[in-house]
């Protein structure tokens, strides 16, 4: 194949999970294509998958579940994460041009946006120079925490930063220290050490703690309010609003 075919590989992002949200882009992809991917945990149906139940169907002809050989059971940074993970996207992503080559439309389906910490983004890289693929842009999920939060995020000349929740403390530290607005990704077990960074960076109490925005199961707490010993999921989020210039 060359760069010069028809496009039949997509990464279709779903928005931040309530199926309203996505595109009309998405929609039509996500009704036309041939084969259905998403990621999942063993045992487990992927996230995407279920923001897209809204739309399709199961038919077990057109779906391709691509299941994590590891998922949060070890570190990201220890060796034996990327020796798990790197296997899996280039078996992955020889599966996928295997459908392609035969002549299948491929939707991959993301949930947020597929170029924003998304899985979606390892098997692009490995085939962005093989075979032509359109990516279809979505709501963040921190787009979608913000406006149901009702917290405008950045005013005037407001800084944004934003960070995953994963990183060390000192680094998160330093990241956080004199930004005027923030949003911290990949909460999970790292939601006591990411309060405390928040704490000794004075962002605390303007805090919103986010989880599953949009969903049926969306949860809205201001930070100071949420629990100490809160179990968060891996798809929270907290939010930090600018206070900068307002006419």
């Known amino acids: 194949m060359t760069m010069q ?5 997509f990464g279709l992002g779903l928005g931040p999970g ?19 991917v998403h990621f999942c ?20 002809e057109r779906e391709i579940a691509l299941v994590y050989p590891v998922t ?14 790197n296997p899996f996207y280039e078996e992955a992503a020889a599966r996928l041009l295997a459908e392609v080559e035969a002549g299948y439309t491929v ?22 120079d093989r075979i032509p693929i359109e990516v279809v842009p979505a709501v963040t999920a921190m787009s979608g925490a913000w406006t149901r939060a009702g917290a405008p995020i950045t005013w005037g000349d407001d800084v944004l930063t934003v960070v995953p929740g994963t990183l060390p403390e000192m680094e998160l530290t330093h990241r956080l220290s004199g930004t005027d607005a923030a949003v911290v990704m990949k909460l999970g077990s790292h939601l006591p050490k990411v309060r405390a960074v928040l704490q000794s960076t004075g962002l605390f109490e303007r805090a919103i703690y986010v ?12 930070l100071p309010e949420l629990p100490e010993n809160w179990d968060a999921p891996y798809f929270s989020l907290i939010i930090v609003p600018g206070q900068g210039r307002r006419v």
């Open 5 to 9: 075919d028809p496009i039949r590989l």
């Open 18 to 36: 309530n199926p309203d949200y996505m595109t009309v882009r998405a929609r039509k992809l996500l009704e036309t294509a041939d084969r259905l």
């Open 41 to 60: 945990k063993r045992g487990r149906r992927g996230n995407a998958r279920t923001i897209a139940d809204a739309i399709v169907g199961q038919n077990p």
């Open 72 to 85: 949060t059971e070890i570190p990201a940074d220890h060796p034996d994460y990327a020796a798990a993970l």
């Open 107 to 128: 939707g991959v389906l993301c949930e947020g946006d597929p170029f924003f910490y998304g899985s979606f983004m390892h098997l692009w890289w490995r085939l962005k």
């Open 211 to 222: 989880e599953r925005a949009t969903m049926a199961e969306e949860r809205i707490v201001p």
